[in-house]
């Protein structure tokens, strides 16, 4: 009788992580993407803010050092509001694992295209990647661990999805995302 009450509970188990999966696949917009992955349950949720900004600047190139100044080799400034996460990736996954899971995801969503995408020291230094652009010490890992990508949401592209993926130790995985709603 113990091995079918077993049993019972490994399917019911089985049919709720498929419902979970199932629903995070039927995302339908950016921001939904984001907030399922705050019901994943390898990442621990360390930051969630939203803000308007304006002259907000995408990086659509490395970072590197122009003139003495640290700056993006490509980049667009919009006006909008901006929704930040930033989640430590735990229980032995990385954060470039759920960063590859978010991107294919986001790259199922109608009218989305990759703007830019690097990885490992070809995106620039980690430092300026962590402190000058996200304003998250955390992010700061081994470069040629970090990965980084822009998503243009939307038949319009009124959205953009930015993914931030950094590794500081085997322990300490973190994933940064932010969605940009731009405003008309």
């Not at 399922?36 to 050092?65: C, F, I, R, S, W």
Request: charged share 20%; net charge negative.
């Amino acid at each position: 009788m113990r091995g079918v009450g077993v049993v019972v509970t490994g399917v019911i188990l089985a049919l709720l992580l498929a419902m979970t999966s199932a629903a995070t696949t039927q995302a339908t917009t950016g921001l939904e993407l984001l907030q399922h992955l705050n019901d994943y349950p390898h990442a621990k949720l360390l930051e969630l803010d939203e803000e308007g900004v304006l002259d907000y600047e995408v990086g659509l190139g490395a970072m590197q050092k122009i003139g003495g100044a640290w700056r993006f080799k490509d980049s667009e400034r919009h006006n909008g509001k901006l929704s930040s996460y930033t989640w430590q990736i735990i229980d032995g996954f990385t954060s470039i694992e759920v960063m590859d899971e978010l991107a294919g995801r986001a790259e199922k969503l109608e009218g989305a295209r990759l703007l830019f995408a690097c990885q490992g020291r070809a995106c620039g230094r980690g430092v300026q990647w962590a402190n000058r652009v996200f304003h998250q010490p955390l992010l700061y890992g081994r470069e040629e661990q970090q990965r980084y990508r822009v998503y243009a949401l939307g038949a319009d592209s009124g959205s953009l999805l930015i993914i931030f993926a950094a590794s500081r130790t085997a322990d300490r995985q973190y994933l940064h995302a932010e969605l940009l709603e731009v405003a008309p």
